[in-house]
């Protein structure tokens, strides 16, 4: 700070005259034409900066980043005295405020370039000197202080909300509430200057603050597919997780809970951040349309899958809940949280992140890979007969789709969401940014402001992870006339229309009180190990090796719990059971720890060994001869292997569908010491891709997934058997050789050679080790009574039947409806098409009575043209614990009939 004061002397006039009579604020970078003539001052005596009787001040005791605001006059609190020259501002406490001499003292966020934070500008100064953050000189002339790289001044931000009766804003008129909400977010973007709505056009994750407008700033970048990004929140089991579970009554519980944090938490850090930023209400990272088409794919951690139909039942349901919008009094409709579906159009891989190409004919995309985009986006009745999530956004993705980039692809922004999908929703562009990269990778345009130009034209309103290179090229469009300024009013007004519906320019609104001790709470934990046991799908089970029931382990002497996802020490540590997009929790059960809880529950005489083995991808001889004497000195061995965000990551996608090298030998060994000591090898494969395992070497096969911060209780509840797995595998696990038969990442037709996914998979050409839908139960069940009938207008199958538990125990069956119809003579069809599913409980003994609905647009096929055509012939209805086409599940029954 270059700073000349003198007792008493004016300092900084005030941000605007109508804030002089708020409780208190946020001291604040503004522009300086927005301050009138009254101003702060100085006083040597008590060491204040002050106001209208308010005082400038730092929490004290002292916490680092905390903003400095403004608050009612305290002379004998420290955090309001405060030492000013020699180029700083610092507390008084300290000996000097000169940063050589290690002072704390304000700079300016060089984030939103807005908030002045407490911080050890000595630590800091070089960064200053190159950014100009901690700079201020002191205008005789003005009373103010300016930043010289800024060109700003120091004045005061409300922290009250922006249309709250003491907001200076709460007379405009677009915090006038009996207006619509459409209407209000015309009004404001009417009273913002050119350089404010390209401020609100792009977004580095924080939208940037309006102070003399009391806007807030606005953080777009939180991500909720399985709990809140945030420290001491509940971390539920991924994507894939859930997707395995079959059961969307489960994915409304873990939704509700995720959207009820997210809402705790950004009134939580509302109130600390002194009313200056928005933190958790925007999910761009929502829940993900793209499938799993490839076994290969990175990313597959993030989707509930390889089927259109369990996509769309989850990510629909997921939607709905999370937005979960509710009316006023006055009838206005605001959301508890948005979601942003991903990632439109394909990008359903991660390595060629420069960016892919890729072609997908019509016949492929409204089969395959348009169906869960247009659900999630519609709000009447989809092509599931059900209705639609309407997600209040979605994401072009970084993909050239069919030679267009995804944002500036008007068949898809244009004919296929506003059209065909009639939706309404904010259209933003992928991170890092995918609207740069119209012109700087794909080289579809001949520079950046035409790249801007043809996304906004097409229908692209937020540019995500840009600044000041995009803002000048959208400067320069308008300029040379290549965009109007209607266009950038129509970008924002859909903008702040998502943040109205928010709630945030209405004081109070239906979700403005919330309950923060949700927030990592105990009925939340609970839901994160019942999602956890729940979506541990058992795939080998031999001669009941399963469950290690309390007296089988009590006849144990010991256990070893062997491999490098035991603990997860080679990666990452806890991070590993989260896999992406994850907050921090306030605890993380792993399955060592798990075990040893199991195992002392039982016997306190049961001894719980442990050992590496190998890391995730490099072997090491001593540690894998230490896991060999552990294995053979054990009763029982619990191998832990898997692939974590080493081998499948956004950016890594795999080249062959086994565990890396170092982990197949560790499995080898092991397996070989087992089979000589014959004791029971339980293999826990910590993965979402499909992993292809030489099922000979194993007596049971549990594959995990990524189950959060419960992971290591969850597959525990399911080896003592206090769960009966129910959970089906959510993509099909092919052999090692198919990826020998299946075109590359960026091939997306789904029929050709071996075919993608169970729907057009030859058998001929590779065979599965587990199918789609496969999983073991420690119970069994029958089928009868199967029966079918259509409404009388046709659109609807209804399924009747009847599912009896005949096994020894209470369990949860996941009942499956397949149909295979007449084929079209000019493209394919599925072999099979999931039709319908519903998780059941079953009392052992007891028989369960089911009705079940389908939509008859499921069950047409898609011609050449996109278009679902009922073929007239012969179906056949399938019903069972798995599909027709698997050769392990024996309880399926069938009925025919004709359309």
């Known amino acids: 700070f270059v700073i000349m004061a003198v007792s008493e002397k004016l300092l900084f006039p005030l941000l605007i005259a109508s804030i002089a009579l708020l409780c208190c604020g946020d001291v604040s970078i503004v522009p300086c034409t927005e301050l009138s003539a009254d101003g702060w001052r100085y006083s040597e005596s008590d060491k204040s900066i002050s106001i209208d009787n308010k005082c400038a001040e730092a929490p004290w005791p002292f916490v680092q980043l905390a903003p400095i605001s403004l608050a009612p006059c305290n002379r004998s609190n420290p955090g309001q005295q405060w030492t000013i020259g020699d180029g700083a501002v610092g507390f008084a406490s300290v000996t000097s405020a000169v940063p050589s001499n290690n002072t704390w003292g304000w700079v300016i966020d060089w984030s939103d370039k807005q908030t002045i934070w407490m911080y050890n500008i000595a630590e800091a100064i070089s960064f200053c000197k190159a950014n100009g953050n901690c700079e201020f000189v002191f205008d005789n002339t003005t009373g103010s202080f300016q930043n010289p790289e800024l060109k700003e001044c120091i004045g005061v931000r409300s922290n009250a909300s922006t249309c709250d009766p003491q907001s200076p804003s709460s007379k405009m008129d677009f915090c006038n509430a009996s207006k619509s909400f459409e209407e209000r977010a015309a009004l404001l973007v009417a009273n913002l200057t050119l350089t404010e709505k390209l401020q609100l056009w792009t977004v580095r994750t924080m939208h940037q603050g309006i102070p003399r407008l009391n806007i807030k700033g606005f953080n777009w970048d939180s991500t909720c597919i399985h709990g809140p990004p945030f420290h001491n929140v509940t971390v539920f089991a991924h994507a894939i997780n859930q997707g395995a579970t079959f059961d969307t009554d489960l994915i409304s519980r873990v939704s509700n809970a995720t959207a009820a944090e997210m809402r705790a938490y950004t009134q939580m850090t509302l109130r600390q951040n002194h009313g200056t930023a928005i933190q958790g209400l925007s999910c761009d990272g929502g829940p993900l349309a793209n499938n799993a088409h490839d076994p290969r794919w990175g990313r597959i951690s993030e989707t509930y899958g390889e089927d259109p139909y369990l996509i769309t039942r989850m990510g629909v349901m997921a939607t709905q809940v999370m937005q979960q919008p509710l009316q006023?009094?006055?009838?206005?409709?605001?959301?508890?949280?948005?979601?942003?579906?991903?990632?439109?159009?394909?990008?359903?891989?991660?390595?060629?992140?420069?960016?892919?190409?890729?072609?997908?004919?019509?016949?492929?995309?409204?089969?395959?890979?348009?169906?869960?985009?247009?659900?999630?986006?519609?709000?009447?009745?989809?092509?599931?007969?059900?209705?639609?999530?309407?997600?209040?956004?979605?994401?072009?993705?970084?993909?050239?789709?069919?030679?267009?980039?995804?944002?500036?692809?008007?068949?898809?922004?244009?004919?296929?969401?506003?059209?065909?999908?009639?939706?309404?929703?904010?259209?933003?562009?992928?991170?890092?940014?995918?609207?740069?990269?119209?012109?700087?990778?794909?080289?579809?345009?001949?520079?950046?402001?035409?790249?801007?130009?043809?996304?906004?034209?097409?229908?692209?309103?937020?540019?995500?992870?840009?600044?000041?290179?995009?803002?000048?090229?959208?400067?320069?469009?308008?300029?040379?006339?290549?965009?109007?300024?209607?266009?950038?009013?129509?970008?924002?007004?859909?903008?702040?229309?998502?943040?109205?519906?928010?709630?945030?320019?209405?004081?109070?609104?239906?979700?403005?009180?919330?309950?923060?001790?949700?927030?990592?709470?105990?009925?939340?934990?609970?839901?994160?190990?019942?999602?956890?046991?729940?979506?541990?799908?058992?795939?080998?089970?031999?001669?009941?090796?399963?469950?290690?029931?309390?007296?089988?382990?009590?006849?144990?002497?010991?256990?070893?719990?062997?491999?490098?996802?035991?603990?997860?020490?080679?990666?990452?540590?806890?991070?590993?059971?989260?896999?992406?997009?994850?907050?921090?929790?306030?605890?993380?059960?792993?399955?060592?720890?798990?075990?040893?809880?199991?195992?002392?529950?039982?016997?306190?005489?049961?001894?719980?060994?442990?050992?590496?083995?190998?890391?995730?991808?490099?072997?090491?001889?001593?540690?894998?001869?230490?896991?060999?004497?552990?294995?053979?000195?054990?009763?029982?061995v619990i191998l832990v292997l898997g692939l974590g965000s080493d081998i499948e990551a956004e950016g890594k996608d795999r080249y062959f569908l086994g565990f890396p090298d170092a982990q197949e030998q560790l499995l080898g060994n092991i397996s070989a010491v087992c089979?000589?000591?014959?004791?029971?090898?339980?293999?826990?494969?910590?993965?979402?891709?499909?992993?292809?395992?030489?099922?000979?070497?194993?007596?049971?096969?549990?594959?995990?997934?990524?189950?959060?911060?419960?992971?290591?209780?969850?597959?525990?509840?399911?080896?003592?058997?206090?769960?009966?797995?129910?959970?089906?595998?959510?993509?099909?696990?092919?052999?090692?050789?198919?990826?020998?038969?299946?075109?590359?990442?960026?091939?997306?037709?789904?029929?050709?050679?071996?075919?993608?996914?169970?729907?057009?998979?030859?058998?001929?050409?590779?065979?599965?080790?587990?199918?789609?839908?496969?999983?073991?139960?420690?119970?069994?069940?029958?089928?009868?009574?199967?029966?079918?009938?259509?409404?009388?207008?046709?659109?609807?199958?209804?399924?009747?039947?009847?599912?009896?538990?005949?096994?020894?125990c209470d369990a949860h069956e996941v009942i499956q409806v397949y149909v295979k119809g007449p084929p079209l003579p000019t493209v394919p069809t599925p072999v099979y098409n999931l039709v319908q599913f519903k998780r059941v409980w079953v009392p052992k003994g007891a028989t369960v009575t089911l009705s079940m609905n389908v939509s008859v647009t499921q069950i047409k096929a898609v011609d050449a043209t996109g278009n679902r055509t009922l073929v007239p012939g012969s179906y056949t209805l399938y019903v069972g614990g798995g599909q027709p086409n698997d050769p392990l599940v024996s309880n399926i029954i069938s009925n025919s009939f004709v359309m």
């Open 328 to 636: 006023d009094k006055t009838g206005r409709i605001f959301l508890r949280t948005s979601q942003t579906t991903r990632h439109y159009m394909g990008y359903h891989q991660s390595n060629q992140m420069n960016p892919p190409a890729i072609t997908v004919d019509d016949h492929d995309l409204f089969d395959q890979y348009l169906p869960a985009y247009s659900a999630f986006q519609e709000s009447g009745e989809t092509w599931i007969g059900e209705t639609g999530g309407r997600a209040e956004a979605i994401m072009c993705s970084y993909a050239s789709f069919n030679g267009i980039p995804s944002c500036a692809n008007e068949r898809l922004l244009k004919s296929l969401l506003r059209e065909r999908m009639q939706s309404e929703c904010l259209v933003q562009s992928d991170c890092c940014d995918s609207i740069s990269s119209i012109f700087s990778q794909h080289h579809y345009v001949n520079s950046l402001e035409d790249a801007v130009t043809v996304a906004t034209k097409a229908g692209t309103q937020l540019c995500f992870e840009c600044g000041e290179t995009q803002i000048a090229a959208y400067q320069q469009a308008l300029t040379d006339g290549k965009l109007n300024m209607s266009d950038l009013d129509q970008a924002i007004t859909r903008v702040m229309l998502t943040r109205m519906r928010l709630g945030e320019f209405d004081p109070e609104h239906p979700y403005s009180n919330v309950d923060e001790t949700v927030l990592d709470s105990t009925a939340h934990r609970n839901l994160a190990r019942e999602l956890a046991s729940a979506s541990v799908v058992l795939a080998q089970n031999t001669d009941n090796t399963l469950p290690l029931t309390p007296e089988k382990l009590q006849k144990l002497k010991s256990i070893a719990v062997i491999g490098p996802f035991a603990t997860c020490e080679s990666d990452g540590g806890n991070e590993c059971y989260y896999h992406s997009y994850n907050g921090q929790p306030s605890y993380t059960i792993n399955y060592l720890d798990a075990v040893k809880e199991m195992a002392s529950t039982a016997s306190p005489n049961i001894k719980v060994g442990y050992a590496e083995g190998s890391g995730v991808t490099t072997a090491n001889q001593a540690s894998l001869t230490d896991a060999i004497n552990l294995a053979q000195n054990s009763d029982v």
């Open 675 to 808: 089979k000589k000591t014959k004791n029971s090898l339980i293999l826990v494969s910590v993965s979402a891709g499909p992993v292809a395992v030489n099922v000979t070497l194993t007596d049971a096969i549990l594959y995990a997934g990524y189950g959060g911060q419960e992971a290591g209780h969850g597959v525990t509840d399911i080896l003592n058997g206090s769960v009966s797995p129910s959970a089906r595998l959510p993509v099909t696990v092919y052999n090692a050789n198919y990826i020998n038969h299946v075109g590359g990442m960026l091939d997306y037709n789904i029929t050709t050679n071996a075919g993608r996914t169970y729907r057009y998979l030859n058998v001929n050409i590779s065979s599965p080790i587990f199918w789609f839908g496969y999983g073991l139960s420690y119970s069994s069940f029958e089928y009868s009574g199967l029966k079918q009938s259509f409404t009388p207008d046709n659109s609807t199958l209804m399924v009747h039947t009847q599912v009896s538990n005949n096994g020894s």
